[in-house]
Structures are given as structure tokens and as C-alpha cells.
């Protein structure tokens, strides 16, 4: 059974991947899953995202059942009170920040609409 939860997990990380490209894609962006992502150093990330001014960001695509639970309370919490950032602190490690994909991405449009004037 050690096998098949194995493959199981692989094939849900590997549909997650493509949904994340997809995600990107929809938006307008040259996104592609990295093939064999994981498996080779050569290659970054699990996902590859050109920006419009060429440049790359390269994605690490995490998806759980349950194990942002706690993390997922606080960003229901924080939505329902109006607010869709959360910055994550663990000792003196750089923060992180935390938003959905689709604002995200309307960060990064933003963006590049504003190195283009």
C-alpha cells in the first residue's frame, strides 16, 4: 500500500502543478510546469512563469489535505474582516506573505504595467 499512496500523492502534486500553470496561463502569462519537476537540479521550481519584461519567477507548488489548517483559519478569519494579506513570521527567518493566486497575480499585472511607463 506504501506504493500506490506513493503514486497517489505524486499524481495529485503533479494535477496541482498544472492547475497553478493553468492559473497563470489563464491570466496571460507564458507559464509552463517544469518537466520531472523535483527530480532535477538543473531545473528550478515546479512551475516557470515569464513575465512580460522576460524575466522568470519560478514556483514551488505545496498543495495538502489538512496541513495548512491552522493557516487556512486565519486567512478565513482575515477575509471575513476585509483583509486578503497575511505576513508569516518564524523567528528570525524573512517573513512570508500570503495571498490567493488571483491577487497575486493582479500584483504582478500591476506591476508590470507600471515598469512599462
Known amino acids: 500500500m506504501g506504493k500506490s499512496g506513493g503514486k497517489l500523492a505524486k499524481t ?3 494535477t496541482f502543478e498544472y492547475r497553478v500553470r493553468n492559473w497563470f496561463k489563464r491570466c496571460g502569462f507564458k507559464a509552463l510546469r517544469v518537466p520531472a519537476s ?3 537540479q538543473a531545473m528550478k521550481g515546479d512551475i516557470e512563469v515569464e513575465l512580460h519584461d522576460g524575466s522568470k519567477l519560478y514556483i514551488e507548488a505545496k498543495r495538502r ?3 495548512y489548517s491552522e493557516l487556512m483559519g486565519w486567512i478565513r478569519e482575515s477575509k ?3 483583509v ?3 505576513v508569516l ?3 528570525r527567518e524573512k517573513p512570508l506573505v ?3 493566486i488571483d491577487r497575486f497575480i493582479e500584483l504582478l499585472k500591476s506591476a508590470e504595467k507600471k515598469q512599462g511607463e
Open 80 to 82: 471575513s474582516k476585509g
Open 89 to 91: 513570521g518564524v523567528g
Open 65 to 67: 489535505t489538512n496541513g
Open 84 to 86: 486578503y494579506t497575511i
Open 38 to 40: 523535483g527530480a532535477s
Open 12 to 14: 495529485i502534486g503533479t
Open 98 to 100: 500570503v495571498v490567493e
